[in-house]
């Protein structure tokens, strides 16, 4: 096994990756034919606003992930503003999110 193999190896054991960083996933909403996952990230001083949206369109599943300056003291408040914040891309973007 190669050093870097082993690096890997050692890594995923101990949970490595976005769940090792705080990274957290909450309840899917859907809203308009699209799905909103919000994964709010423990970052220093809150939560992150962050999310993916999704929609299948031609039989493929298309996704965005996007990232807000935003910050809130609680993963349910960072969730909560996260899906206000994709509904507001959705109603002025469309599936137009998908191609930036």
């Given amino acids: 096994m190669t050093l870097i193999n082993k690096f890997w190896a050692r890594l995923k054991a101990r949970g490595g990756g976005k769940e090792k960083r705080g990274r957290h996933s909450a309840a899917v909403v ?3 034919g699209f799905n909103i996952q919000p994964t709010p990230n423990k970052v220093s001083g809150g939560w992150s606003t962050e999310a993916r949206i999704s929609k299948a369109i031609d ?5 965005h992930h996007f990232i807000r300056a935003d910050t809130t003291a609680s993963r ?16 002025q973007a469309g599936e137009q999110i998908f191609s930036t």
Avoid: P
């Fill in 76 to 91: 349910d408040a960072a969730a909560e503003l996260v899906v206000a914040k994709a509904r507001v891309m959705i109603d």
């Fill in 30 to 32: 859907e809203y308009q």
């Fill in 59 to 63: 039989g493929e599943t298309k996704t």
